[in-house]
């Protein structure tokens, strides 16, 4: 079946530093990767997304690429902001199965202190 | 705003009852999916309807249904509810899932199984 696999939180950085979250995926197919975001209290937003590998998908300053060969999907940002504090989820879809619904990572909480 | 509306926003209620959580999806977005976060099992799909027709199923207990009207708006209902069955309930919404793999979420509905 298919998986993601998220780093364990939560991630404290000081406002500037360097962000990764590393995300690694099991497929029975060729998936989509995705990148959501809850902020406190709210909903889930897509943050970016690859559909092929290869692709790197962008967004607000945050970058990940998608990794065939070592089925990773990490998110990067080169410096964090407070605001960036959320709960930072990966997903897959799996198109190949004809299965849409997303399958989610375990999350990785981020704190970013001034 | 995603365009995805939920409500209500917050339950309360006790083990045995039933409740009903609603989702309008986005304007133009025939594919509605229900997702469950609880804090011991993270974010899990739970079921997807498409233009009025269930579409996949995932892990959602026989206790739970689910439908989605002509007017594409969907409903979930829970039964006989346990401690266990409080979360955060999601909805989601994409305009086709073969060709738009890009799901939209609501802001979640809290339920509090007392």
């Known amino acids: 079946g298919n998986s993601v696999t998220q780093m364990e939180g939560p991630v404290t950085l000081s406002e500037e530093a360097f962000l990764t979250i590393n995300c690694t995926y099991t497929?029975?197919?060729?998936?989509?990767l995705f990148w959501y975001v809850q902020y406190p209290g709210e909903g889930l937003q897509l943050l970016l997304k690859?559909?092929?590998?290869?692709d790197k998908g962008s967004n607000k300053g945050f970058e990940a690429t998608y990794r065939k060969e070592t089925t990773s999907f990490h998110l990067e940002k080169g410096s964090v902001q407070v605001s960036d504090s959320a709960v930072y989820f990966c997903a897959l879809s799996d198109r190949d199965t004809g299965r849409r619904a997303l399958t989610f990572g375990s999350g990785t909480r981020l704190q970013v202190q001034p | 705003d995603s365009g995805v509306t939920q409500t209500p926003k917050h339950l309360i209620t006790a083990t045995g009852q039933r409740v009903t959580l609603r989702c309008s999806p986005r304007s133009g977005d025939l594919s509605v999916y229900w997702y469950q976060q609880s804090l011991d099992q993270g974010l899990q799909f739970l079921i997807q309807?498409?233009?009025?027709?269930?579409?996949a199923k995932g892990n959602i207990l026989e206790r739970f249904s689910a439908q989605q009207f002509p007017d594409l708006h969907s409903e979930l209902n829970l039964s006989s509810l346990e401690l266990g069955d409080s979360a955060l309930y999601f909805c989601a919404s994409s305009v086709d899932p073969t060709s738009q793999e890009t799901q939209y979420f609501g802001p979640g509905t809290r339920l509090l199984v007392l």
């Open positions: 690859a559909t092929k590998a290869d």
């Open positions: 309807y498409y233009n009025g027709e269930e579409r």
């Open positions: 497929a029975t197919g060729y998936p989509s």
